[in-house]
């Protein structure tokens, strides 16, 4: 509700009289939903970071990005989605992964891209791991939303 408060208070008197309840609740939903993503690429880009030296770098990207998924399922479904979704846990966090597919394509396609041919983000994977969390966001909120936690 906190969120909810803030974002209209940020509209401009002609943008408030027009935003419905339920358009600030999906607002506020995405600001939180952007909030555990960059956790998630706190742990992404930490985990391409400790581990480039042994599996490479696109390897690092794999394994990076399960992990930062699972961390942003976990966020997700304590702060962000909270009460919504049902079933089991693991089925949970299957279906997550399974319907964030879409996403991770964007995400790794454009982090492998930036690391094969931009030497800064090979030298620096920030950038790509940034990047990829930008490209995949909307298509993961959307879906989380819509599928995983309804």
Known sequence: MYIQTILLRLLPPSLRRSASPARIAVAAEFVRFGLVGLVGLVIDT??????????????????????????????NRSFT????????????????????????????????????????AAAQPVIATSAGAIAGMFVNF???RRLVFR
Not at 59 to 71: M, S
């Open 142 to 144: 959307g879906v989380s």
């Open 81 to 120: 989605f909270r009460g919504r979704g049902s079933g089991p846990m693991h089925r949970q966090w299957a279906m997550f992964l399974t319907t964030n597919l879409l996403g991770f394509v964007l995400n790794r396609s454009v982090y492998a891209l930036l690391v094969t041919f931009m030497p800064l």
């Open 46 to 75: 930490a985990t391409v970071y400790a581990t480039r030296g042994t599996l490479g770098l696109y390897g690092a990207g794999i394994v990076a990005y399960f992990a930062a998924a699972t961390v942003n399922w976990a966020l």
